[in-house]
């Protein structure tokens, strides 16, 4: 998991790295085209074009039907069945390429969230790190970070959860590691700090399968730790003064994309 | 420059029906537009260019580059002043480079009275302000001065639900116009931050942020929630507070925050939101879960804001702020959760003008108190909290308050800038004649934005320092009714049924000709105002005189001294007749002494006087004479003897406008 999770990061941040001069929604927007592109591609490539094709024409009838013969109630009727039943041969059609896409752009947003979802610790702001571990006895976690970040509290056991917190304080901007000693373990969990952009790790965990939804940073080596969380400030996209929901622009703009070059690509939608 | 207001030359009918008409060329198969629109819609964009310059110029006339500050500090002293001046630089300088006077006060020296005055130029009998609270003659009970709150006249019912369709609100009492909507009349910009008694702030242009008067977000003047596990406490959290026992089970512990009643429910159930709180088992330390926010706080520190939201129907709420401040961890929990504030970024009430000001604010500074008294002096009072603790919260406060003149300061460029700040009066309250050195900090502070002010005003600015009152010490407190009881102007159903019941519940109104209520006011039970009133108009004068005549000649049976230095009649002391809610007589208390608060409540306690035992140890209700505020500047002040009612005159002055219809006050320079 980790291979495949490195695999997909390291092309995503050297693209983010190429854009890191110009404001995060120019980025997202090259990338949301590409990904449009990508699957405007994909859907021509594994749907039944010619069948697609049959099925929009029988949609567009049904439509003209509807208008033409708008005062004979059996033919409305005979139009609106046909409609209806040309609407669920498309979407028949469509689950093909759909479920071929379905994991890539699953994997491919979940790998994003840490270049859009989150920002940076703010520096001087404080920040609730919590440790989930793995059985209820593991009490003797200790976290020690480096001098551009303060651990303000003594830990907090929460037995009930099994997690474990401790409030920090970044002073300077960059990544950072923070450094636990579970069960005489070590354990390492990356954060980021500062007010720019850039890859912000998000929940670290030790699972395989926790790992695809979770996956900007490698694997706890340790079975003692379930997951090692830290409170981040949501980014948002600025667009024209506005805060937009990062994943909005991509669904927009990456449709968008694909609705203006499906002639070019001699692809039906 | 004069406008034309008529059509610009080669222009016939209205810029719509001209571009529908080319709409229709375009639609008949030209191509493009025909080359007149574009000529007409310049031709137009011109027109409205030169109209929207012209509008901005008559605008700008009037400030032409004038600027003036003014801050508000409500109770600062001229004698604590004049006994730091050493300790305070910038005002010490602001005095010897420019001037410092005594401010005279308003009758009675009340916050809201006093500064409804600086807004209106009038006196009470004008604004129509006498109290923190009136009494309804009908009932005799209390009311909001400041405020009036009416239901909706129209609903509409589903379920348990009702939607409001017409009527119902929040209304400011207070009569005449603010200074500001007369400088946003002549075009002249301002910024008006926490004016006290400017809830909901008046209609203007200006952008201004309601101050005192401002409730939380359950509606009153804020109420605080003490939650502890702790099976001995048994105080309750006083008047302004709730102590909320909870129960540790594996390991955490449900707080729930009260949020305001569903105004969208028949039976306006409360709403609420629960926060849970992790104690370490060992360490003094504790999480606190919110939704999705965290926070992990050491024994006696205070967290930041934590949002809630409280749902009302579905898609609605009202969105609030709140503080945690972790007092005690083991043996016991203790966790005092301050007033849930309206959340700036989305005010479920109008505090701002423009009503987004406020969410501007909140995102350029992030969340701040919006409360319109803040300092926990209840909490203080109520003993869950040690001086520190209230200090420590107090400086929270002035340090957020700092925050904000420092960037209103910053983005000021013309006009009038006038900031408030509560600390002073609030921490004098608690602080006053026993902790000078505490109550000299707060001082401090302020002087350091005085010294900011100084910068800002280099270029020929006006600065002004204004406060509404003094203080004084208020050792011995008077239960008026008891007074006026044991004078005979005030009979219970029983002699025996003295007490702290509060709302006049034994009194025998057929025998009673007056009664207190508040914290300078006498009623008469005036006969066709009072229900079921005892004293006829004909009579009205003699009593008054009585009762005067009895409150001067009135001594402490301890020191045998005079405990009341001045009576005033409202019906001769006041310029305007705006005297519906006015009390009869207005009680000057010599320093030292103050109306109980079983008075201010309606109580008729077993003794006249008794000594104050509690943490509120100063205040300003008193004779006005006694306790006047201050006036310093960076200009040399002319008047010898300035007063409230000259702050907006000299301010409109300033920027060239005459005094307008009702205000009593001169310019002091």
Redesign the interface.
């Known amino acids: 998991m980790d291979l495949l999770n490195a695999a997909i990061n390291l092309p995503l941040s050297w693209f983010y790295a190429a854009f890191s001069w110009a404001p995060p929604v120019l980025g997202l927007s090259v990338i949301s085209i590409v990904v449009g592109i990508g699957m405007l591609w994909v859907f021509g490539k594994t749907s039944n074009q010619v069948s697609m094709k049959a099925v929009k024409r029988k949609v567009y009838a049904s439509l003209l039907e509807l208008r033409v013969f708008a005062d004979e109630p059996a033919v409305t009727w005979r139009a609106q069945k046909s409609l209806f039943t040309a609407n669920f041969r498309y979407m028949g059609l469509a689950l093909r390429p759909a479920l071929v896409m379905l994991v890539p752009v699953a994997l491919l947003l979940i790998h994003m969230e840490a270049f859009y979802v989150r920002a940076p610790l703010p520096l001087g702001r404080e920040a609730v790190v919590t440790m989930a571990v793995n059985g209820a006895g593991v009490t003797d976690a200790e976290l020690k970070t480096p001098a551009a970040v303060a651990v303000e509290t003594p830990p907090v056991h929460i037995t009930e959860q099994r997690q474990i917190s401790w409030r920090i304080r970044p002073a300077s901007a960059g990544t950072a590691q923070l450094q636990f000693t579970v069960g005489g373990q070590p354990v390492t969990k990356t954060i980021a700090t500062g007010d720019g952009r850039g890859f912000v790790p998000g929940r670290a965990v030790s699972g395989a399968l926790a790992a695809v939804w979770d996956p900007d940073e490698k694997r706890i080596p340790s079975a003692a730790v379930e997951w090692i969380d830290v409170r981040y400030p949501e980014a948002s996209i600025e667009i024209f003064g506005l805060h937009l929901n990062w994943l909005l622009w991509f669904i927009l703009v990456s449709m968008a994309a694909a609705l203006l070059l499906k002639k070019r690509f001699g692809v039906v939608l | 420059m004069r406008v034309q207001w008529g059509r610009p030359p080669g222009l016939r009918g209205s810029p719509l029906t001209r571009l529908a008409e080319a709409g229709q060329g375009a639609g008949r198969g030209q191509g493009r537009p025909p080359h007149n629109l574009y000529r007409n819609v310049i031709g137009w964009a011109v027109f409205s260019l030169l109209v929207l310059l012209a509008g901005c110029g008559r605008h700008t006339t009037q400030a032409a580059g004038k600027r003036m500050i003014v801050l508000g500090v409500d109770g600062m002293d001229p004698i604590f002043l004049e006994n730091h001046w050493s300790s305070l630089p910038n005002l010490n300088r602001l005095r010897t480079e420019g001037d410092f006077r005594r401010l005279a006060t308003t009758i009675p020296p009340q916050s809201p009275v006093a500064w409804s005055t600086v807004t209106t130029g009038m006196d009470p009998g004008g604004h129509g302000i006498y109290d923190f609270v009136h009494r309804n003659p009908a009932t005799r009970l209390p009311m909001q001065s400041m405020t009036e709150i009416t239901e909706a006249t129209k609903t509409f019912s589903i379920g348990p639900y009702v939607f409001p369709l017409a009527g119902g609100g929040i209304r400011q009492t207070r009569a005449g116009r603010a200074f500001w909507q007369i400088l946003g009349e002549h075009g002249i910009p301002s910024n008006v931050i926490r004016m006290p008694a400017n809830f909901p702030p008046a209609e203007c242009e200006a952008e201004s942020l309601s101050g005192m008067g401002t409730p939380d977000l359950t509606g009153t003047n804020g109420t605080f929630l003490f939650f502890t596990d702790d099976p001995l406490e048994t105080r309750n959290g006083g008047a302004a507070g709730k102590l909320v026992p909870v129960k540790l089970q594996?390991?955490?512990a449900v707080l729930p925050i009260e949020g305001p009643p569903n105004s969208l429910r028949k039976d306006h159930a409360s709403t609420s939101v629960n926060l849970i709180m992790?104690?370490?088992?060992?360490?003094?330390?504790?999480?606190f879960d919110l939704g999705d926010?965290?926070?992990?706080?050491?024994q006696g520190e205070w967290s930041?804001w934590l949002h809630a939201d409280f749902h009302l129907i579905a898609f609605k709420g009202a969105s609030g702020i709140f503080r945690i401040y972790l007092q005690q961890v083991h043996p016991n929990v203790r966790v005092y959760v301050s007033p849930v504030n309206l959340d700036p970024e989305d005010p479920a009430l109008p505090i701002s003008t423009p009503a987004n000001y406020s969410r501007t604010l909140s995102e350029k500074m992030g969340p701040f108190y919006t409360q319109g008294i803040a300092e926990e002096t209840a909490a203080y009072r109520a003993g869950l909290f040690s001086r520190a603790e209230f200090l420590s919260q107090s400086h929270k406060i002035l340090a957020d308050s700092l925050r904000m003149f420092h960037y209103q300061l910053e983005s000021f460029r013309e006009g009038l800038l006038f900031y408030y700040f509560s600390s002073v009066d609030q921490n004098a309250h608690m602080l006053w004649g026993k902790h000078d050195d505490d109550l000299l900090e707060i001082y401090k502070g302020v002087d350091t934005a005085v010294g900011e002010a100084m910068r800002a005003a280099q270029n020929g600015a006006t600065l002004m320092i204004i406060s509404d009152h003094g203080f004084a010490r208020f050792d011995r407190s008077v239960h008026l009714n008891k007074v006026l009881m044991d004078a005979g102007f005030l009979t219970l159903d029983d002699p025996a049924n003295v007490g702290d019941d509060a709302a006049f519940v034994h009194v025998d109104w057929s025998k009673t000709q007056a009664y207190a209520l508040g914290l300078n006011a006498i009623y008469l039970n005036l006969e066709g105002r009072e229900n079921g009133g005892s004293v006829s108009g004909f009579d009205k004068q003699t009593v008054l005189d009585e009762i005067a005549r009895k409150l001067l000649a009135y001594k402490d049976p301890v020191n045998g001294e005079n405990v009341i230095d001045k009576v005033y009649f409202s019906a001769t002391a006041y310029h305007g007749r705006n005297l519906k809610y006015a009390p009869d007589i207005l009680v000057g208390f010599r320093r030292g002494y103050r109306a109980s608060w079983q008075t201010a409540l309606g109580a008729v306690p077993k003794v006249p006087l008794e000594d104050n035992t509690e943490a509120w140890i100063g205040d300003h209700c008193m004779a006005s004479d006694e306790v006047p505020g201050v006036l310093l500047s960076n200009r040399k002040i002319a008047a010898g003897a300035p007063g409230l009612a000259d702050i907006p005159v000299t301010i409109l002055s300033g920027f060239g406008l005459q005094k307008t219809t009702g205000m009593i006050g001169q310019t002091v320079f």
């Open positions: 594996n390991g955490r992790y104690p370490d088992p060992l360490n003094p330390v504790a999480r926010q965290q926070v992990v706080l050491k930041d």
